[in-house]
């Protein structure tokens, strides 16, 4: 625990918790789990998270990795991607998957709720152009339900096909009552 204590004398680590919302020991157990995954490099790559076991088997693997190299994710102002991150880098995408924090604020708590959001969203937009397509929704879809092996990857399509079509009319729904209105 002594060097932990020490961290809390850093200002980077001040930053990084200020930044992040991680505690000092998180920050210390998160530095270790990026410097094994790294192979005690400065530097974190793709490759080094297809080492992970836990993410083998998860249907939404690949956009799980790329969040972590999606420029969008690291509280700047950026688009595309990167080859490699840092462990501040690494840090702030792993705080879009912490719970908040009970003394939070209303106002915080909405920041890190559109936050996550945001994050979510960049996560599905795979070709970084603001919107969801059909096609990237219908890919989500079948990942989930098809890898599963309950479904397969047709019977998935539809469903996805399915609900886009059900989110346009409600969304057709509202433009057409919203033109009907200003027309008035």
Known sequence: MGALQSLSDEPEYRELSEKTGFSFEQIGILHKRFKQLSHNEDMLRRADLDTIPDLACNPIRTQIIEAFF?????????????????????????????????????????????????????????????????EEYRHVVEELLSRSGALEKETAKGIADAAM??????????????????IL
């Open 70 to 134: 999606d420029k969008r994710n690291f509280h700047q102002n950026g688009d595309g991607t990167v080859e490699e991150i840092s462990f501040e880098e690494f840090l702030v995408v792993m705080s879009h998957f912490r719970p908040p924090a009970l003394n939070m604020t209303e106002e915080q708590r909405e920041k890190v709720r559109r936050e996550k959001l945001r994050f979510l969203f960049n996560m599905h937009d795979t070709d970084n152009d603001g919107t969801i397509t059909l």
């Open 165 to 182: 079509l059900e989110v346009a009319s409600i969304s057709m729904g509202h433009m057409v009552r919203l033109l009907f209105y200003n």
